[in-house]
């Protein structure tokens, strides 16, 4: 491969001719002299010249996830980072905010994001991220040529069967690459901040409907990194309604005038709003929901990923006019995700166990599984084995509460009510239950 020549945004040339030159650069640019203690202007400096030579070549030498993590760990193991962290941060968001190079913005937006791995409070400054908000948004509103999208989706996170790039004699345009970046950013900021009304309008119809129409417009990629990666935002943004609107409902309305208006999803959370005006034009996004909590991992990511799916799942079955967004076969699925994960989640996992619960009792009274016998006497086992050992252990008074509302429905009545008329009359359950297991899934295709 002939020799690279490239200048920088310092105005340093440099002249790379192989990956070990490059990685060797690198290396020296990031030495910092032992003989005298360095000034400020010093470390910022070295911070800028690493970032512009990471622009320079990362389309040569960091194509990989792998390349591109270990470049901004060697940055971030430095002095620079481990002793001047809230300085080197904020040069590297005032960089990334007002560089117009989409090339050194993409290499600044890897370096926070793999701080923010190794500091989980970092997504958390308000101050810090408010400002690039429009820079990121900006980046995920790019149209990107569809024949392209399918050659880069973004870092792999969690969920997910790919590696989050192309190959590697394909070409990836950066505008792809920082639409990938922009969305897991911005999802790693929205799952962990508390916004308010005021914050959240930056997030208006037009934003959220181009969200909704990037998840079915990706549907078909061979990699579902991407299109996971846009419903964890929307999912995301949708509790961050939820929290603001519950919070300004308390704050602006204590007598309780217009209760049921305040509370409304369609009024006051947006993301249910835009759902709701586009039910019959957004089935990938609730397909690949389910997917999700299907192939979910017991990782902290895929935890927060289940509890904020798991959430507007319960926003669709209780508001009038969503409780059928989903195909019957779908929400089968769905119960056999829920019986699984209710019979497999350890005794440290109370608070995922418990939204579980509150969205099962929905799933069975409001939607169309209400009139569907499915699965109901192995739902009904899993429920009583819940609470079964109350004598022998103290089973937590929540679990007891939830499962008591399930067990309170009337799906559940008529069932225990049968098993009880069959105990009388001496009929072996086990036999008995073959008319309820033989009802086909496809039968309601």
């Known amino acids: 491969m002939p020799a690279i020549t490239m200048e920088d945004d310092l105005g340093i040339v440099y002249l790379v001719d192989n990956a070990q030159q490059f990685w060797s650069e690198l290396e020296d640019i990031l030495v910092i002299p032992k003989e005298a203690i360095p000034t400020l202007e010093q470390l910022d400096l070295t911070l800028k010249r690493s970032l512009s030579l990471c622009a320079a070549y990362h389309e040569q030498y960091l194509q990989s996830p792998f390349q591109l993590e270990h470049a901004c760990n060697m940055l971030l193991d430095t002095e620079l980072f481990v002793f001047h962290s809230e300085r080197m941060c904020d040069i590297v968001t005032s960089e990334a905010q007002s560089n117009t190079n989409p090339h050194f913005q993409f290499i600044c937006f890897h370096v926070l994001l793999s701080f923010g791995r190794r500091r989980s409070d970092f997504f958390r400054s308000h101050k810090r991220w408010q400002p690039l908000l429009p820079v990121l948004m900006d980046h995920i509103l790019v149209e990107i040529d569809s024949d392209v999208e399918d050659t880069y989706f973004g870092l792999s996170a969690g969920v997910g069967s790919g590696s989050g790039y192309g190959g590697a004699n394909v070409p990836v345009p950066i505008e792809a690459k920082l639409r990938s970046l922009g969305v897991r950013l911005l999802y790693e900021m929205c799952r962990v901040q508390k916004l308010s009304i005021q914050d959240l309008r930056i997030f208006d119809d037009s934003f959220l409907d181009y969200l909704f129409d990037l998840v079915e417009q990706t549907r078909h990629m061979q990699d579902d990194t991407f299109n996971y990666s846009v419903i964890k935002l929307i999912v995301a943004l949708n509790e961050q309604f939820m929290v603001a609107s519950l919070g300004d409902e308390a704050g602006t309305n204590g007598n309780g005038a217009n209760r049921h208006y305040q509370f409304s999803p369609e009024n006051k959370n947006r993301v249910m709003r835009v759902l709701m005006r586009r039910l019959g034009s957004s089935q990938a ?24 799916v798991l959430k507007l799942l319960y926003l669709i079955f209780t508001t009038k006019g969503t409780e059928e967004y989903f195909y019957t076969n779908d929400l089968c699925v769905l119960v056999d995700v829920f019986l699984r994960e209710l019979a497999d989640l350890d005794d440290d996992s109370d608070s995922l166990r418990h939204t579980y619960l509150r969205v099962l009792h929905p799933l069975l009274t409001k939607t169309q599984l209400r009139a569907i016998p499915y699965k109901r006497p192995q739902i009904l086992y899993m429920l009583e084995s819940l609470i079964r050992t109350s004598n022998v252990r103290d089973v937590n008074p929540i679990t007891m509460r939830l499962v008591q509302r399930c067990l309170g429905g009337e799906w559940c009545v008529g069932l225990v009510r049968q098993k009880q008329v069959k105990a009388a009359k001496g009929v072996n359950e086990d036999d008995d239950r073959d008319s309820e297991l033989s009802w086909n899934v496809a039968d309601t295709t």
């Open 285 to 308: 996004f609730g397909e690949n929901m389910i997917f999700m909590l299907n192939r979910a991992q017991r990782t902290p990511e895929d935890l927060c990923m289940q509890l904020l």
